[in-house]
């Protein structure tokens, strides 16, 4: 079966960057998501990258790819406090009609 | 803008009732999704339709029905709420990436 592997918890400097990893199983993912929950609230799709990317960027946020490994990163550069919140990394499972499967979440704290 | 709307952000319910959470989507998706969330362990599926009347058992679906009678409208139904069902529960709806609800807080007691 799937299985979507995240550390727990990072707390980081404003100002400094921020890496969360990940690992997955399925290595027919088509696609590997990221999303963000900001306290109290649902996720919000922050960004994907397509499985045969390395790498995507997206202003602040940097997308890594390694499919040899299974290993997904999400580097946030010049971290702000508006990002604290919990991070989860999700695969696209091929059977089940576009089923996602998600880790446990990352939750990421900035200090001031 | 796929929105997503749970019909309630906070319920609480006493044991043996049953509860109904609706979740609504403006978008003509076909895919629609819950999800409970409990701390440590992240996301967790319990049911999801890709189609009018149609339905799939995710990995926990003890103890939860659903009904998809309208294709914008996904529920679940609690058919004798137990206090191990207090969570966060997430609709969520699209096809490669979703779009989730606000959730409903619930808490059973």
């Known amino acids: 079966g799937e299985d979507v592997e995240q550390s727990l918890f990072l707390s980081v400097r404003e100002g400094d960057s921020s890496v969360i990893n990940c690992t997955y199983t399925d290595s027919s993912s088509t696609y590997l998501y990221w999303y963000k929950q900001e306290p109290g609230a649902g996720l919000q799709l922050l960004t994907y990258i397509f499985s045969n990317m390395d790498m995507k960027q997206d202003q602040r946020l940097t997308v890594l790819l390694n499919k040899k490994d299974k290993h997904l990163s999400l580097r946030i550069a010049d971290t702000q406090t508006g990002d604290s919140a919990i991070y989860f990394c999700?695969?696209?499972?091929?059977?089940?009609?576009?089923?996602?499967?998600f880790g446990k979440g990352n939750q990421v704290v900035v200090i001031p | 803008d796929v929105k997503v709307t749970q019909s309630s952000r906070y319920l609480v319910k006493r044991t043996g009732e049953k509860v109904f959470l609706e979740c609504v989507q403006d978008?003509?998706?076909?895919?629609m999704f819950w999800y409970r969330q409990d701390p440590g362990l992240g996301l967790r599926l319990i049911y999801f339709?890709?189609?009018?009347?149609?339905?799939e058992k995710g990995d926990i679906p003890e103890g939860y029905s659903v009904s998809r009678e309208k294709k914008e409208r996904f529920s679940l139904i609690l058919e004798s709420a137990s206090t191990n069902q207090t969570s966060m529960y997430l609709c969520a709806t699209g096809a490669e990436g979703y779009t989730f609800g606000s959730g409903t807080r619930l808490t059973v007691v």
């Open positions: 999700a695969e696209s499972i091929l059977y089940g009609n576009n089923r996602l499967a």
């Open positions: 339709s890709y189609d009018v009347k149609m339905k």
């Open positions: 978008m003509d998706h076909e895919n």
